[in-house]
């Protein structure tokens, strides 16, 4: 293994895979730290957590396992893959997660910068941008368990940790890769980086080279490939004919757009956490109902802020999302066991739940369904899998993964 990689999401990292995939490495996206048997070798191993909104030390010791098991399959970099739009808990644990990984690797600079400008996600003065809206104006000040309300990634960070954070302004980044170098101080400290486009982050990529600890997006990934000497090919993999499915329990402004478009055109089903948390819903009739359609369905419990908010006031924040999770991730179970073709997921947590219910230990990477969303496919398995995060895919994305995830002439290129 060359590139190491600790995610702190499912959806999160099947984003980074794909973009490594894309740059020509073979990649494996683990579910958590595999067992000895599951180990597939390849240039770049995937670890994905679900430690974005666990409590920090919990999120620490998690990181610095995965980052153990990495640096012994003989990852030579490491990077800590963070939501594109810098999604953190009021007790934020990406700082101490980055705090803890810098001293156990001994490394001095870290670069940060969640840059992802095919998804509209920039990073101009130290601030982030979704389109040409602040991270605090774009929709994420509503998300549910992360509130995104300061967009000024170097105060975030700041309250976080007690590392010192520099910023590497966009004027040293366009000049290149040496001048990114020259800006780094001594010592370690995060130094959260600008990127407006592609090139800016293969500049920062190129700076990398031989950086033993990154922190960012999948953007932060388009780089480091070629400082291996990885060309790109491009990953392969073919669909399922199969029955397919969609289960959405993500509630941002990008997915409930999907799922008002997606019901206009298939069967939908809508849980709520009072009806599972009062009425005990099954998952095996939910299920039935499931295999019964002709035209994929949807099952969503995606909700708009003030719906969220209500629920949260009623049955607590994390008691509503274990339900929903719970159920997400049983109703993925039963519907394996019962030979589902295609499910699409959407949302970090809620794909988190449903790999979980599926037992899952390792994915192979497949083709692009849309930016930052591949084709996956669990180790052994037919199924095949989109881990959609919250934010991605244009309005008719569900219709779109579910007939690309049936192709099964396709070859795919990069
Ligand atoms: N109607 C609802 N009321 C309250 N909580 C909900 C509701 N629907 C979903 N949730 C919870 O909100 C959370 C949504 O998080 P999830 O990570 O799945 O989506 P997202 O944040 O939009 O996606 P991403 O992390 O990829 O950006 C989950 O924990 C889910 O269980
Ligand atoms: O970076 C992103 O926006 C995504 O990969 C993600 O982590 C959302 O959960």
């Given amino acids: 293994m060359k590139l190491g990689i600790i995610a702190d999401d499912f959806t999160g990292a099947s984003d980074i895979a794909l973009t490594i995939a894309e740059a020509g490495m073979s990649v494996t996206q683990y579910i958590g730290i595999p067992d000895r048997d599951a180990v597939l070798g390849g240039d770049a191993g995937v670890v994905a957590l679900k430690s974005r909104t666990a409590p920090v030390a919990e999120a620490v010791a998690d990181s610095l396992a995965a980052c153990d098991w990495l640096k012994a399959q003989g990852a030579e970099q490491i990077v800590l893959k963070v939501c594109s739009t810098f999604d953190s808990t009021a007790d934020g644990n990406i700082g101490p997660v980055l705090e803890a990984l810098a001293g156990r690797l001994g490394v001095g600079p870290v670069v940060v910068c969640p840059a992802f400008p095919e998804n509209g996600r920039s990073v101009y003065q130290g601030h982030l941008f ?23 990634i170097r105060r975030v960070l700041a309250t976080q940790t007690n590392l010192p954070v520099g910023h590497i302004p966009a004027q040293t980044v366009a000049k290149g890769a040496e001048a990114i170098v020259a800006a780094m101080p001594a010592g370690t400290s995060l130094m959260v980086s600008d990127a407006i486009q592609d090139t800016d982050l293969l500049e920062i990529g190129k700076a990398a080279n031989g950086m033993p600890l990154l922190c960012g997006g999948s953007g932060i990934a388009l780089g480091l490939p070629r400082n291996f000497g990885v060309t790109a090919v491009g990953p392969k993999m073919q669909g399922n004919k199969g029955a397919g499915v969609v289960l959405s329990g993500s509630c941002s402004k990008a997915t409930r757009a999907q799922v008002a478009r997606y019901r206009q ?3 939908s089903r809508e849980v709520s956490a009072r009806e599972l948390l009062e009425g005990g ?12 359609q002709e035209t994929p369905p949807l099952v969503f419990s995606s909700a708009d802020p003030d719906v969220v908010k209500e629920t949260q006031r009623q049955f607590g924040t994390s008691r509503a999302a274990e339900a929903i999770e719970g159920f997400f991730a049983e109703l993925a179970a039963v519907l394996s066991r019962q030979g589902i073709g295609r499910i699409v997921v959407a ?30 496919r669990p180790l052994n398995e037919r199924l095949v899998l989109a881990l959609k995060s919250g934010n991605f895919g244009g309005e008719a994305f569900f219709s779109e993964a579910l007939r690309l995830m049936e192709d099964t002439t396709r070859e795919e290129v990069a």
Wanted: aromatic letters at 2%.
């Fill in 130 to 152: 979704v389109n040409d809206r602040l991270l605090s104006e774009s929709g994420m000040q509503d998300h549910p368990l992360t509130p995104m309300t300061d967009p000024d």
């Fill in 265 to 267: 055109v298939a069967p």
């Fill in 281 to 292: 819903l099954r998952a095996e009739d939910v299920a039935a109902w499931v295999l019964g």
């Fill in 347 to 376: 949302g970090g947590e809620t794909s988190g739940a449903v790999v979980k219910g599926l037992g899952v230990s390792a994915l192979e990477i497949g083709s692009r369904l849309a930016a930052g969303v591949p084709m996956v």
